[in-house]
């Protein structure tokens, strides 16, 4: 973007979307003088700042969401929102796969005319024209390990974080069990500490429990951990996790998808991550 008349100075936005500013002289000052604060040309490129912010977390909102679901998403969708650089920083290196499951590489491009590139798993640049690909949750990637490998080695950096999310997978539990106690008992010295942790991470809190709500298999699943309900500045703890369905009707374990349990998890061990270690000591 070129430099814009703001009083006596001129004003333009940086690489990294900052306001600058330079005098009569040319001279790029430290930073925008109060004075020309609220000059037109100031606020405006404030407010496209700012704007420009919100997208790109929409961008890696809906991509992420895109990935958790593990729906198909038409390859011309994504040939559409590629020349714009939010959108394509959000799916540059993701791991798609055909519409069967089967890993088709790294998404590196989308084009209307030559059509999707990817690095394919022998590491050359391949060209495909699907209908549909899907960005698949790591969980459900059965060679995980050899494919973090493999990123690493071609020095591939995903937006969204998909090779490298914490995966959960059940072992050992008993399917006709309606909850997990693996993250409960975190204690926290006021309920207002483990709600504020759970909506900074992302999770809507509703009737006393932080809730997670995962679309897999044509249906929606919510996995929930109690956090209290009563007063904020009084202490609490983690409770247990479990699933329901949407009538609120828990599932036992073994009716609880992979994508589901794996973020449920995710859900309960980053809320326990925040507890109070002081009062474990005490315990």
Known sequence: MG???????????????????????????????????????????????????????????????WMTRSLPVPAAA?????????????????????????????????????????VDLDGDTVRVRPERLRIPHPVLLDDLDELRDFATELDLRQGVGQLHREVWRPGGVDPAADRVDTFAGGRFKQLRFLIGRAT???????????????????RTVEARVWLGEYDGYEETETGPLTWSDPAGRGLRL?????????????MAAALYAGRDLEKEKDK
């Not at 040319?26 to 997208?55: F, N």
């Open 3 to 65: 430099w814009i008349r703001a009083g006596d100075y001129e004003v333009a936005l940086d690489d990294s979307g900052g306001v600058i500013c330079r005098n009569r002289a040319g001279r790029q000052l430290r930073s925008v003088p109060a004075r020309i604060a609220d000059e037109p040309a100031v606020v405006q490129l404030r407010q496209l700042t700012e704007w420009l912010a919100r997208h790109e977390r929409e961008c890696l909102a809906s991509v992420e969401r």
């Open 254 to 266: 073994g009716d609880v998808g992979p994508v589901a349990w794996s973020e449920g998890m995710r």
């Open 78 to 118: 994504l040939v559409a929102v590629w020349p714009d650089t939010a959108w394509r920083a959000a799916l540059r290196d993701l791991v798609v796969t055909d519409e069967s499951g089967a890993v088709a590489g790294f998404l590196r491009d989308a084009d209307p005319e030559r059509g999707i590139g990817l």
């Open 200 to 218: 900074s991470l992302g999770y809507r809190v509703r009737g006393g429990q932080a809730v997670c709500p995962v679309f897999e298999a044509g």
